[in-house]
């Protein structure tokens, strides 16, 4: 099911699913004149959680990052080959950015709630893309991401609150209403457990494994055991370069390369 | 030999203190530093102290109180009739004795018993002065002796040395404190004493300024008026202007350098714009005087308004041009304060830069930006010289910004300016203004600081 290529240091996506909702060939970026990543293929197939796993540095942020345009707020950076969403490049000059961004949300690691009531947090995105066409519409689309983000219940009685009130866990869960509210297709989320604690972490990766069923998930995690919990295909990034991709099953069990399996053993990272 | 030989020679005796206590301190130890208790510098220190600063306190106290005494006793040697002499005339006197003792010119003939006062006020302070240095250098060479026997090497001198210097400093800020605080008791004593003459009801709500008072009996002069509203509306019009020119463009500018400004532009503008902030204010009170209230008058002029050569409008827009910094610089403080992550939040939401900024940065920053409006309009209440220039003198109780108005700190330069005499309630009434003035100014910088720490705490 799966074609390698591990021993040229690139590995190849061709999985045998239905039309992968992002197909990335030969992406590579800079940042000034630093090579961050080189030639990542990797494709993100829908109603899939995929995690990235790597050591500190290894360019998985960067890759994730590259999915929404978020790097083209650094300055000096510069991405090269194709990154296809249904198809079409998102770094063509007929791409919107902010399209781009409705169609592919994304969680950041540490939670990051605006200084505004709950309500307003989830409210901000369909509100700027004018998904509402009414009130009774806007207050339907809240509830419902926050109910798709399993916050409903605790915070149903306080939406006019501060969000940055709420606990770590809570806001995280916020951050993930307020993406789940544009609708998009994908959902990047950058190591979003990494300031949480166990109980919470449990939570999060339990509302992963659920919003799988309406959208891509593309996961950032330096918890491998978060990986093999929550994903069904992983991607193994060293020194920015993909070494090995496969099923989550697999890459755990039996890895290809010797650096996959280092990692996963613990011998480094 | 002077005042500053002695001092001199007391600082030598100091530094020959700090040799010496070091000396001591390493004979103690032996052959084994660590014995010491301190390091050897710190016995130093030690004995210079003790060299020094019993010295110094003589000294200091001796300056203090030698005038009086010599004088007490010059007193005490004039002739039955002069000692009798009223306070006032007998001040006369001892002041023509001391000049005639330093050789200055004096006010009447130099009759012989005024020679022979000068003599003995002279003879005296010269007794003084050489009994002074006796005392002091013999002070100091006493704490010497006395401090160096104390020095062992289970002397704790580190410890001693530094609560010395802690002494020091508390001293230092207290002295800044008293200041402050002496300033302040100072204005409430001569406003208490101008509340005495005018009510504080008629000073507070009284709508008519006219502080012009008779100053002799026979005078004919008007009663004189001293209701400070029509000054509050003047200084408030003026600051309402100036914070309408600050507040948009500070901010905006604020904004396009936090936010869009590539960093080479930004390393250009900030420092062009902190230029304003460093030109005097007399050189905007006569740009506002000479430049911008002739153009608006001719511009007023041209369109069929009457606009006074000395309006609010034009005094108000050059404040605001000074305080743009205030604003600007404070404004961008906070944006760039305001975490990366709301940003990343907001675009990745798919938030323009315009969208991110008015709905997030702004709102999060709002705190810090209004703490910075404050502090930028009590800087345009208290200031004084572009409205002295530019804003006129007659209290007119009007919001038209086209008419001159005039303000509380114009009015305390033109109470003040010249000859007064310092109980009319003409002058006093610049101290109740200055009251005033403070507790305004206080209040705002208080409640600025407050809301911009609130801010603070909010990201940490």
């Not at chain 1, 709950?118 to 509402?132: D, W």
């Not at chain 2, 160096?148 to 530094?162: D, F, G, K």
């Not at chain 2, 409205?387 to 003198?393: F, I, P, T, Y």
Request: proline share 5%.
């Amino acid at each position: 099911m799966i074609a390698m290529q591990a021993t040229t240091g690139r590995a190849t996506d061709a999985a045998a699913s239905p039309v992968p909702a992002f197909m990335t060939r030969d992406v590579c970026v800079f940042y000034g004149q630093k090579q961050a990543l080189t030639n990542v293929s990797l494709d993100i197939h829908r109603n899939q959680v995929t995690s990235l796993i790597g050591p500190s540095g290894c360019g998985k942020s960067t890759y994730l990052r590259c999915l929404n345009r978020m790097n083209d707020i650094i300055d000096g950076c510069r991405v090269t080959g194709s990154i296809l969403l249904d198809g079409q490049d998102i770094y063509s000059g007929s791409m919107d950015v902010v399209h781009l961004r409705a169609r592919v949300g994304m969680v950041f690691q540490k939670p990051n709630p605006f200084p505004k009531s709950i309500f307003e947090n989830v409210a901000y995105g369909p509100r700027i893309h004018g998904i509402a066409k009414d009130k009774t519409e806007l207050e339907a689309i809240v509830h419902n991401s926050l109910e798709k983000a399993g916050l409903l219940a605790e915070v149903k009685d306080r939406m006019d609150q501060p969000g940055t009130g709420l606990s770590g866990g809570q806001q995280q869960r916020l951050c993930i209403a307020r993406a789940i509210a544009v609708q998009p297709e994908v959902i990047l989320m950058d190591e979003p457990c990494s300031a949480l604690d166990p109980i919470a972490t449990a939570r999060i990766e339990e509302l992963i494994d659920e919003l799988r069923e309406h959208f891509a998930i593309v996961i950032v995690t330096h918890s491998m055991q978060q990986a093999a919990r929550v994903s069904q295909r992983t991607g193994f990034f060293h020194l920015g370069i993909l070494v090995e991709t496969g099923d989550t099953e697999q890459i755990f069990t039996n890895p290809r390369d010797k650096r996959t399996q280092d990692y996963i053993t613990g011998r480094f990272g | 030999m002077s005042l500053s030989t002695l001092l001199l020679a007391l600082l030598v005796l100091s530094s020959l203190a700090f040799y010496l206590g070091r000396k001591k301190a390493l004979s103690a130890a032996g052959s084994n530093l660590r014995t010491l208790h301190s390091l050897p510098n710190y016995y130093g220190y030690y004995l210079a102290l003790w060299a020094g600063i019993p010295a110094l306190a003589v000294f200091t106290l001796w300056l203090v109180l030698e005038p009086q005494i010599v004088q007490s006793l010059v007193v005490g040697g004039l002739p039955e009739a002069q000692r009798n002499l009223s306070p006032g005339r007998l001040g006369l006197l001892i002041n023509d004795i001391r000049n005639l003792a330093s050789g200055n010119i004096v006010s009447r003939e130099v009759a012989p018993g005024l020679q022979e006062a000068a003599d003995h006020y002279v003879r005296l302070r010269d007794t003084s002065r050489i009994a002074l240095f006796v005392a002091v250098l013999a002070l100091a060479v006493a704490g010497l002796t006395f401090g160096r026997q104390r020095i062992r090497a289970n002397l704790r001198a580190r410890n001693q040395v530094e609560t010395v210097l802690k002494a020091f400093l508390i001293v230092g800020s207290t002295v800044a404190v008293l200041t402050t605080a002496g300033i302040v008791f100072s204005l409430v004593f001569e406003a208490g004493r101008f509340f005495v003459a005018v009510s504080p009801a008629e000073f507070l709500f009284g709508t008519e300024w006219s502080p012009q008072i008779a100053l002799r009996k026979d005078q004919v002069g008007a009663q004189g008026a001293f209701g400070a509203v029509p000054l509050f509306a003047g200084t408030l019009l003026i600051s309402v202007i100036a914070m309408c020119v600050a507040m948009p463009v500070g901010l905006m500018s604020a904004i396009y350098m936090a936010e869009y400004a590539p960093p080479k532009l930004r390393t250009v503008i900030k420092p062009i714009l902190e230029i304003l902030a460093g030109i005097p204010t007399v050189v905007y009170g006569f740009f506002a005087a000479l430049t911008v209230a002739p153009f608006f008058r001719d511009t007023g002029a041209a369109v069929g308004l009457t606009i006074s050569s000395e309006s609010a409008l034009a005094a108000g827009i050059v404040m605001g041009i000074m305080i743009i910094p205030f604003v600007s610089s404070l404004s961008d403080d906070v944006i760039n304060a305001v975490p990366r992550a709301m940003r990343e939040g907001s675009y990745g939401l798919g938030a323009t830069q315009s969208e991110t900024i008015r709905k997030v940065i702004i709102p999060a920053a709002l705190p810090g930006i209004v703490g910075g409006f404050l502090l930028a309009i009590s800087r345009a209440i208290g200031e004084t010289m572009i409205v002295v220039m530019a804003a006129g003198l007659t209290a007119n109780m009007t919001i038209n910004p086209f008419h001159a108005v005039t303000t509380i700190t114009v009015q305390i330069v033109t109470l003040l300016i010249g000859d007064q005499e310092f109980d009319s309630p003409k002058t006093l009434a610049a101290f109740a203004l200055g009251l005033v003035l403070f507790l305004i100014t206080l209040v705002l910088n208080i409640g600025a600081l407050r809301i911009v720490k609130k801010y603070r705490e909010q990201y940490e």
